[in-house]
């Protein structure tokens, strides 16, 4: 009977945690394709409904502007009184300080999307920050991207919220979808990653994230992190990785600019690649075991190397820059730091940062490919 007892009183009390958990609120990203605006014959009362459509959709705002404490509730605030008493705060120094009206909250809504941190509200700025420092991503850059007309239809439904008649201009045919720009240097723009493999690949996830087996452990283990965080978390530490440290981990390890390289449908594959990751990926049977690379860039790839340091133009910094290496260290030299990384400490890095375990991972062959590639790098 008492083992009865303890059989009924536990299956009760998951129900009851599964009855809480559903009580939650969900916040769950718009994942429909991007509104298309057509730039003939939409009126104001268009444009507001676009701008709703927008801030609900595609700019991802209610991930963040809702009830749960990540900003202010802008939905469920009284906005008529709030854009004033924003305006007259003396923290406040952007572009519409000191004015009034319509006009002038048009301003500060634009200035807000554009330039995030001109003005944070109280208590809502990073950690650490005394709120000089606001978490929201500029909305007209990567990953969210909005355009001129689709921030103008924002700022027009914000208006609206508040009881105000929208001052923003109505679009006009000169107001086309302006297709990405190339790069500076003229190169084409990056192709779009369409899989979570792809996307973990192309920023060296798996160099510092136990993942898929990868064992690293600079960073958490990925394994099973749909059973611990839910979506908005998973997008948060990614676009905002200090915003909460694991524990056992220190902040400032993880690139903060991924918010900013990631393209929005990117970040939305990522995150759903993995919110799928098992608890535990199994290891791999011998003959699973992953080929040998054949080249020194195939190496580089395989073993994550620019996923923590500067090569060929990948600008991370968790490690030392090695472009240009083969003029600062011999190739003795560079095969011990990859063998042995802890045994000289590049200057203005810390020890333990790099896996000690390469010499153990890597074929004779690819690790004398990765020196040779490495040699031979520009500065």
Known sequence: MTFLRVIGFSVL???GYMGFAHMLPQV?????EPVEVSTEGLDMDGMIALGESIFKGKGTCTLCHNGM???????????AATYPSRLADPRYKGVAAGKEGAKAIEDYILESMKDPSTFVVEGFGKKGTNDTESPMPTVDKAPIELTVVEMNAVTAFLQDLAGLDPTVPLPSADDAPVAE????????PAPLLTSGEAIIDEYGCASCHDLGGSGADIGPSLNGIGNRMDRATV???IIDPNAVIAKGYDADFMPDDFGEALRGSELLVLTDYLLALPDAAPAAADDDEEPLATTGLESIDKFGC??????DGSE??????LNGIGTRMSADEVK???IDPNATIAEGFEAEMMPDDFADQMDDSELSLIVDYLMNLPE
């Open 181 to 188: 720009e190339p790069a500076a240097d003229g190169a084409e």
């Open 13 to 15: 009390l998951l129900l």
């Open 336 to 338: 011990a730091a990859i």
């Open 69 to 79: 404490g990540r900003a202010p509730d802008t939905l469920e605030m009284d906005m």
């Open 316 to 321: 991370a910094d968790i490690g030392p820059k």
């Open 235 to 237: 997008i948060e530490a």
């Open 306 to 311: 620019a996923g923590c340091h500067d090569l």
């Open 28 to 32: 769950v990203p718009d994942t429909s």
